[in-house]
């Protein structure tokens, strides 16, 4: 509605490729090894945290993922993670370019509602993949997160580009209170 967007900037993204069995990844979410798109790779992208960037096929999966978190926490600590966001691209006329699911038992937080470290690295693993509709020096889009959980929440994703590569990531969307308190000390 008429609510005010506030915006982060995060830093420059970092990649890394992950040595993980794409078997092992759709066993541990839960989900068949083809239900993971083969067409993007399973990798480490960051701007803030470090996160392994799990592409599956469509939203349906995103619904039937039933991640072993112990399991999930273990392969992460391993490989120097903190959340895995599992993504898939939304229908055309949804509002949203993508939505995602963040997992991130590694950190104590089973699953989050809204992320912006996550949904920057994500635009950034997009960009670099181009995977991200971009005719200019600028490219920017809303990503769903939280709808399972029965949080949902978008989350506004901005890329600033000089010569096509990154140069400023911004994240941000509106808030909404969950709740109060007071602190004493």
């Not at 400023?168 to 969950?178: D, I, R």
């Amino acid at each position: 509605g008429d609510q005010d967007i506030v915006l982060l900037r995060q830093n420059l993204p970092l990649f890394k490729s992950l040595d993980v069995e794409t078997a092992q990844v759709a066993d541990i979410l839960g989900i068949e090894e083809a239900d993971i798109d083969a067409s993007l790779p399973i990798e480490m992208a960051s701007t803030a945290l470090r996160h392994m960037v799990v592409p599956v096929r469509n939203i349906e999966t995103l619904e039937r993922l039933r991640p072993d978190y112990e399991a999930l926490a273990a392969l992460n600590h391993r490989h120097g993670i903190e959340t895995t966001p599992v993504f898939a691209f939304a229908s055309p006329g949804s509002g949203v370019y993508l939505q995602s699911r963040d997992l991130c038992p590694a950190i104590g937080n089973n699953e989050e509602a809204a992320s912006g470290t996550t949904n920057g690295a994500l635009a950034c693993y997009l960009h670099r993949h181009k995977r991200l509709p971009c005719d200019g020096d600028s490219v920017e889009y809303w990503a769903a997160q939280g709808i399972e959980m029965g949080r949902p929440s978008k989350v506004l994703c901005k890329l600033l580009l000089r010569d096509g590569e990154v140069s400023e990531v911004w994240v941000g969307g509106a808030a909404t209170q969950s709740l109060s308190g007071e602190i004493i000390l």
